[in-house]
């Protein structure tokens, strides 16, 4: 439904196929119990003669008739569901661009620690539009952090995710910048500023979010700019 191929690794780990065919096993096992015991009960004479076949537990098939169709309807219910969130995913904005971008995983390698030599040197590339450094897959996990305001004299603090990333994450992923400026090269006083999302500015209470007071982490720092939410 997403137009994306589905990855699975099942094959390299024994345990998730052992756990897989035990389950398959176990259902055919399961599913095969009621029947067997059913059919035995059924006089062979009577079942050539046509006779009327009784057998069984009334009380136990309609349960299991009931179940039959509870599950049925909430397997329904599921796939109704389901393709209407991937309907939302195909079509709402995500608040940047993901097409033509490439991430490098190099945190913990020694490429990290030349990372301004390495940007120079693929920004010689016409083909590379910009190169931003981020301590976190974006969209894919981030830091846990505390946040506070005092805006209008209200206090509000609250927890936030928090990417650590370098200049030209904006140009690179392609963020709606709403106002303010994005980090620069060349701002030596951005090491202690930070960009906001319309939901944190909104959660947070701000007014005027480049001049109001914000603390993350206890520390005052300076919020230069917002962004869209993502």
Sequence with gaps: ?????????????????????????????????YPVFYINRI???????????????????????????????ILITSVFVLNGQLKYLKNADPGFNPENVLIVNCATTPLS????????????NPLIGDVCGMAHFFCGGASGEG????????????SIDEYRVSPGVTEALGLKLIMGRSFCEDCFTDSNAILLNEQAVKALGLK??????????????????????F
């Design 1 to 33: 439904l997403l137009n994306r191929d589905l990855a699975t690794f099942y094959g390299e780990y024994f345990s998730i196929k052992s756990i897989l065919l035990a389950i398959s096993i176990l259902t055919g096992i399961i599913a095969a119990i």
């Design 43 to 73: 006089s062979p004479v009577l079942a050539i003669k046509g006779g009327n076949v009784k057998g069984g537990n009334n009380i136990l098939v309609k349960t299991l008739v009931t179940l039959q169709f509870i599950i049925t309807f």
């Design 113 to 124: 620690k030349n990372y301004p030599a390495i940007k120079k040197e693929l920004l010689y």
């Design 147 to 158: 946040i506070e305001s005092n805006a209008g004299g209200i206090r509000e603090s609250l």
């Design 208 to 229: 005027d979010p480049l001049s109001d007071k914000v603390l993350l982490n206890g520390e005052q720092v300076k919020v230069i700019g917002v962004v869209g939410d």
